[in-house]
């Protein structure tokens, strides 16, 4: 005999191997919370629909609020061996009110309760990463009031390309975000759909109405097949992919910063308190929390990958391989969120180095290209403009010289039509200025951006 909820037809107890390798309720009872909304939500409707009375719903409702509220104060005992959140839950209901407790599980399975409750938790999470994201949207937006002005050679091949305004540069990494957000929000529509009510994997044969717990729940809809919903796990996939590609930025962002910290390049000083020291060297502040930034992304993509090889080639409908998935959710999820609340003040308290950035921005010839376009607009056939201009460079190098310096004769040789006009368009400044396309680092047109984004964000 078993005295698990399902041990009727058992004649042994589950070994104490099995039952310690297979709990899940060391990790899943994080989902408690949408656990009893989930079941509340089923309750009303078993007693909408006549297979429970108003006042049976009302103490399932009752001992479920109750419930939940000693899950958060601490004041509940889970017991490994009843596996799971959900029959940790269920089992207590029982013990508190009798048979009544014993009907809330009509028309419905774990299998389609885990996926209830793990997608309101995702949901929840999307609400909430959306949010963290929109922070750190906001903290690169009130960097373009604190540096305005303000040019940063831009870089392609980790080599000085092309002069960006520094808004330019804190923009770029709002319109990331921005897709990141998009991302969520377009996940959150497909993890928004009620699984509940498919049951154990062919529906029930209880004449549930499952658009009410929907409704009740604020799904968008309902899942149309419950063999699909039983097996799926794309939603979560989806999240976990959403979140890798978050951790992504994040960590290209960490490292590019990293580089502006150090001697080498000086561009940006962290606040104190976003650096730590070391225990031997004296002098070091370090940037750890941008290390770790980039470092966390590792156990993300690392999530991820799990959960695209626990379900390759699972076959229809549930199979327990599932539990699995959670524990690498709620590791994403949680690592995500904490490097986007990490990054939001890192970002905010960051000092760009004005003066060293302006020292070495006359390096690299980074105007060369804006010369070069200057040549064009005369009428010289672009292939033949970067030869002339790449000529004028290779000089300016031998002699250690911006291509302003070099003089007036020199430009008239390499071309007729390089007169003294080039040294208008000449330095980073008017490099800067004379860019016109859409989108580009044009100064008139990157403010506009900055109203764009202020009024997005509400700035
Ligand atoms: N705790 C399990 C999970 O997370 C639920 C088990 C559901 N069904 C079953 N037949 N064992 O997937």
């Known amino acids: 005999m078993s005295d698990k909820p399902w041990g009727g037809a058992f004649e042994q107890p589950t070994d104490q191997l099995l039952e310690q390798f297979s709990e899940s309720v060391s990790f899943d009872r994080r989902l408690y919370a949408q656990d009893v909304r989930g079941s509340v939500a089923h309750a009303r409707m078993l007693a909408a629909v006549g297979v429970l009375t108003d006042d049976e719903r009302d103490q399932i409702v009752d001992g479920l609020v109750q419930i939940r509220d ?63 994201a929109a922070n750190l949207q906001r903290a690169f937006v009130h960097r373009c009031d604190l540096d305005p002005g303000v040019i940063l050679p831009g870089y392609t091949h980790l080599q000085r390309a092309q002069p960006v305004l520094a808004s330019h540069y804190w923009l770029a990494w709002c319109e990331k975000l921005a897709r ?58 989806e999240f976990a992919y959403v979140l890798t ?21 000086n561009f940006l000083k962290l606040p104190d308190a976003f650096c730590t020291g070391s225990s031997i060297m004296p002098q070091k502040k370090n940037p750890d929390g941008l290390e770790l930034i980039r470092g966390k992304t590792a156990r993300v993509v690392g999530n991820l990958q799990a959960l695209i090889t626990l379900t390759k080639g699972l076959p229809m409908a549930y199979n327990r391989d599932l539990q699995e998935d959670k524990e690498r959710v709620f590791d994403s999820a949680d690592t995500v969120a904490a490097c986007l609340e990490l990054a939001a003040p890192m970002v905010a308290g960051a000092e760009l180095k004005r003066e060293s950035i302006a020292a070495g921005i006359d390096r690299g010839y980074l105007d060369a290209t804006t010369l070069m376009e200057y040549l064009i607009s005369v009428g010289v056939p672009q292939r033949t403009a970067h030869e002339i201009i790449g000529k004028l460079v290779g000089t300016a190098m031998k002699q250690d010289c911006r291509l302003a310096d070099l003089p007036a004769a020199e430009f008239e040789a390499a071309h007729p039509s390089l007169d003294n006009k080039v040294y208008d368009v000449l330095g980073v400044e008017r490099a800067v200025a004379a860019f016109q396309s859409l989108g580009s680092t044009n100064p008139e047109l990157v403010a506009k951006q900055v109203e764009v984004w202020k009024n997005k964000l509400n700035n």
């Open 70 to 132: 000693e899950i958060a104060n601490n004041s509940f005992e889970f017991k490994t061996s009843l596996e799971d959140v959900h029959m940790n839950i269920e089992r207590a209901l029982v013990e508190r009110i009798g048979d009544v407790g014993r009907k809330l599980h009509t028309g419905r399975s774990r299998n389609d309760q885990v996926s209830t409750d793990f997608r309101l938790w995702i949901r929840d999470q999307i609400d909430t990463l959306d949010q963290l």
């Open 245 to 265: 590609q978050i951790s992504l930025h994040l960590s290209s962002w960490a490292e590019e910063w990293i580089l502006w910290c150090t001697t080498e390049f």
């Open 180 to 237: 990141d957000r998009q991302r969520l929000a377009d996940c959150r529509s497909r993890v928004n759909q009620l699984p509940l009510g498919t049951a154990a994997l062919a529906g029930t044969t209880i004449p549930i109405d499952r658009q009410m717990v929907a409704d009740e729940l604020g799904f968008e809809g309902v899942v149309a097949n419950s063999l699909d919903s039983s097996s799926d796990r794309d939603f979560a996939l």
